[in-house]
């Protein structure tokens, strides 16, 4: 790692927006109106990033980062021009990983879900209605992740199942 945060940026389809992709620290990832707002906010969450990286034993490397280097644009679909959310993949995102690199990455998420759970315990439940009234409270927004990880396993494992029955090992040997 360098003192760089290395960046993609998902752009919307329209040019609604664009979505500023920290790639090697999964979450830290901002959506905006355009290009140069999405680094910046992508910026301003560094600071609120760094108790992540440090529930990760990350934290000095993370630390030590200053800039945010763009390495790649890419299109996005119609939920980065909707939602201002990542939600296509990068030429990096299609490459190889190691195990040391998927460890990692496992490591962070597993920061990432430390963080929420220490939120959901100190703020309060409920919350501040938005503009026209709406929004979630704490507790639906924490059955909604919690809703993610069932989600999140079953899309692995449909996947793993899905590899196993149409594995080609058998029949080339």
């Known amino acids: 790692m360098t003192n760089s945060i290395r960046a993609t940026l998902e752009i919307g389809p329209k040019g609604k927006k664009v979505v500023a992709v920290a790639i090697d620290w999964p979450g830290l990832v901002r959506g905006a109106k355009t290009a140069e707002e999405a680094i910046e906010r992508l910026r301003s969450y560094i600071p609120r990033y760094s108790p992540v990286a440090k529930l990760a034993a990350m934290n000095a490397e993370f630390d030590a980062v200053k800039n945010v280097d763009v390495v790649e644009q890419y299109p996005g679909t119609g939920s980065t021009d909707f939602w201002g959310i990542s939600f296509a993949f990068s030429s990096i995102d299609k490459q190889d990983m190691s195990g040391d690199e998927v460890e ?45 990880i069932r989600h999140t396993a079953f899309h692995t494992l449909d996947h793993a199942w899905e590899m196993e029955d149409k594995d080609l090992t058998a029949k080339e040997a």
């Not at 929420?116 to 409270?137: I, L, N, T, W, Y």
């Open 104 to 148: 990692r990455e496992l490591m962070l998420m597993q920061a990432c879900w430390g963080f929420f759970d220490d939120v959901r315990r100190r703020v309060s439940a409920e919350m501040q209605k938005g503009p026209r009234g709406g929004g979630r409270d704490r507790d639906h927004i924490v059955r909604h992740i919690r809703f993610l």
